[in-house]
């Protein structure tokens, strides 16, 4: 599958944006999805999970209670809500497809810092502002 990430922005802190991952060329709903993000001079970072049919959700401590991820299936697209936004969530976002046996197994991984990464999207910039 081929991921498309669109939304990125500036914006000042405490504002919000959108996020969208569109996919193509797969079996959009055979993939847990997930965003992922990286600062500059930091490692890759996972920031939200979503599972195949987007009735379970998986957070970062750090994006806990201010970011949302949903999916929708049937238009094969994928979104970042992102509200309260930090300077610290300066970052480009990537959105992500993974294949894993299961949900608890894709849980298990992340918690791991053990990424399962079928496919990748292009990242898009995040700017926030103090």
């Known amino acids: 599958v081929q991921l498309q990430a669109s939304g990125g922005g500036l914006v000042q802190a405490g504002g919000s944006l959108r996020l969208s991952c569109a996919a193509s060329?797969?079996?959009?709903?055979?993939?847990?999805m997930e965003w992922f993000r990286q600062a500059p001079g930091k490692e890759r970072e996972f920031v939200a999970a979503?599972?195949?049919?987007?009735?379970?959700?998986y957070y970062a401590d750090s994006v806990k209670g201010r970011f949302t991820i949903s999916r929708d299936n049937a238009k094969n697209m994928m979104s970042l809500q992102m509200n309260s936004l930090r300077p610290e969530d300066t970052a480009v976002y990537y959105c992500?497809?993974?294949?894993?046996?299961?949900?608890?197994?894709?849980?298990?991984?992340?918690?791991?810092?053990?990424?399962?990464?079928?496919?990748w999207g292009q990242g898009t910039q995040v700017t926030v502002s103090s």
């Open positions: 060329g797969g079996t959009f709903s055979s993939y847990f």
């Open positions: 992500a497809a993974s294949r894993a046996p299961s949900w608890s197994d894709l849980l298990i991984s992340l918690v791991a810092g053990k990424f399962i990464i079928a496919n």
């Open positions: 979503v599972s195949l049919s987007g009735s379970r959700t």
